[in-house]
């Protein structure tokens, strides 16, 4: 009797934020599919994949997250609880960051607080992730860099979906601790570009970390109280795109790293010193010298 009685109140008042999108208008079949995982490409640093955690610690830098990873192996937000998590690792360099996420179905839920959470680049630059389906979205919504520019399109899947963000960022130059060059950021969502080389024109957006902006930060991912799910997280770091100051002390272009499309399979286009750091990294598995890639990074250098 009491097993029923719970059985019933969970069916009554504890509706399956994951299950059938009951009532919710679909726009378009491919909609209610997931969009494709990607495999973290050979070079990668692979972040979450399925299991361990221990790349990830809570917001203040020490404790252990307070998120769970489901029996499916997704990373949830254990909501209003587990508090934000960082990467234990702060990035300074360029990174191509790839997230998969799904926001629950929270029909009675409106605005900010449905399928609320964020991805920040540096603990400081949020794109934020929400259930904003079918709506003209705002800064505020799905894909938009909060506070900063709304997505160009709305990319979004229906919520329990399952997307994609691929985040190529660049962080601001500081020379003498001023700012000479804003942070800059490219987004695709689900493959579509939502942003294209978009300048970051804060130095923290709402909750972030804040800091030095001259100095790196972690990958943060948001409690905002909602059961938000992720998986397969990983990141490249790119070489530097300024190489040295000139006879100025302006800080000088250099080559940029290229990444293939983000369902372009394992091979990642690296540059040759990173390529050193490939090899140490993963020995046997070495990118040849001689992969078309490198001969035109190579003549790509030549031509600087
Ligand atoms: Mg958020």
Known sequence: MFSFALGLALMVGGQNPYG?????????????????????????QVLFDGKATDAFQH??????????????????????????????????????????????????????????????????????????????????????IYG????????????????????DFTPPVFENGKKVKEGVITVKQNGVTIHDQQKITKDNTTAGLGGNPAEGGPILLQDHGNPVQYRNIWVVKKPATTVGVDDRGIPKEGPRAELPGENAGPEVILDEEALTTE??????????????IFGRLRDRFRRR
């Open 59 to 144: 917001r203040d830098g020490k404790s252990p997250i307070g998120w769970k990873v489901t029996e499916e192996g997704y990373l949830e937000v254990t909501a209003g609880k587990g508090g934000d998590i960082i990467t234990k690792e702060k990035f300074s360099s360029p990174i191509h960051l790839h997230v998969e996420f799904r926001v629950p179905f929270m029909p009675k839920a409106s605005g900010q607080g449905r399928g609320n959470s964020g991805v920040y680049v540096q603990g400081r630059y949020e794109v934020q992730v929400l259930d904003s389906y079918g709506l003209d979205s705002k800064d505020n919504d799905c894909g938009g």
């Open 279 to 292: 090899k140490k990294v993963l020995g046997e598995r070495v990118i040849p010298l001689n992969q078309p």
């Open 148 to 167: 900063v520019a709304k997505p160009l399109v709305n990319a979004c899947k229906a919520p329990t979906v399952w997307q994609a963000y691929d985040i």
């Open 20 to 44: 059938a999108l009951e009532g919710l208008k679909i726009l378009k079949p491919a909609d209610t599919q997931d969009y494709k995982s990607t495999p973290a490409p050979a070079g990668a």
